[in-house]
Structure formats: C-alpha cells, structure tokens
C-alpha cells in the first residue's frame, strides 16, 4: 500500500520522528569508538552511538512520509557531524522540503535531513528525495 502524502512547499518540514538513543555497549566491541572507557579518554561524553543506528533514525522518519515508495524510489545521503550521540540522548529527526523536480508522471521530492539532540545540536546532515504522484491538473 503506498502512502499519501499531503501537499507541501518548498520550505516546509515533514513529520519529526523523536527517539531516545540506545546501543548495547560491548566493552569488547571491535570499534573501541563504542566503549565508554575510550571514547571517554578522547573527550566524548561516553560510547558513541553507531552511525547505522542514527541513520535508522532518519530512515524512519522517511518511511512514515513516503510510505512503501520509500523502499523502492527513495535515495539519502548523510554526513556524521559534531560529537556524535551516547545512551540516553533525545534525538529529533527532520526533512525539510528544497525543491520539487518533474520525474516521469511523478515529482521528485528532495529534502535537507538532519538529526539533532536535545540541545540542537546536529549530530548528522544530509538530503534525501523520494518520488511522489505528480500534482492532478483539473
């Protein structure tokens, strides 16, 4: 079933998707980025958070809008920025509407995405499209 999306402009924002960060921390883990001893010793605030895991943040707030489009017609690409997110962070994920391009019969959405914590600071940054029905002409 493809989802409907309402009409939008440019400048507009999507849907936000809220989560709290979580990982399982192995002290043995094979990136030691994602221990709270190392990355502690080279001043982050404890075991970061995998960038697989934030950007599934993301993903979920694309699929809410797109519904099954998503899967087969979506595109992303996101950057890790500023100090990365630890166990217990408040994560917003946004999409915000820059520009709409003519694709077939259908509209290509593209969107600046990011994901910030509780303090607005963004720990990822990207743009993402996805294709929707074109406008109706009456």
């Known amino acids: 079933m493809e989802k409907a999306t309402p009409p939008v402009k440019l400048g507009d924002e999507i849907p ?5 960060a979580y990982m399982p921390i192995d002290p043995n883990a094979r990136n030691v980025i994602h221990t709270d001893d190392y990355a502690r010793d080279f001043g982050m605030r ?4 995998g960038g697989s895991q934030l950007l599934s943040y993301i993903l979920e707030m694309l699929y809410g ?6 899967y087969s017609q979506g595109r992303i690409k ?13 994560l917003t994920a ?20 990011w994901l910030s914590n509780q ?20």
Do not use: M
């Open 119 to 138: 303090t607005g600071d963004r720990v990822a940054v990207g743009e993402a499209s996805c294709t929707q029905p074109g406008p109706t002409t009456p």
């Open 65 to 70: 809008y797109f519904g099954n489009n998503w």
């Open 94 to 113: 946004h999409g915000r509407l820059r520009e709409v391009q003519p694709e077939a019969a259908e509209e290509r959405l593209w969107l600046d995405v």
């Open 16 to 20: 936000v998707l809220v989560k709290t």
């Open 46 to 49: 404890g075991a970061l958070i």
């Open 78 to 90: 996101v950057s890790y920025v500023g100090g990365g997110a630890i166990n217990g962070d408040v």
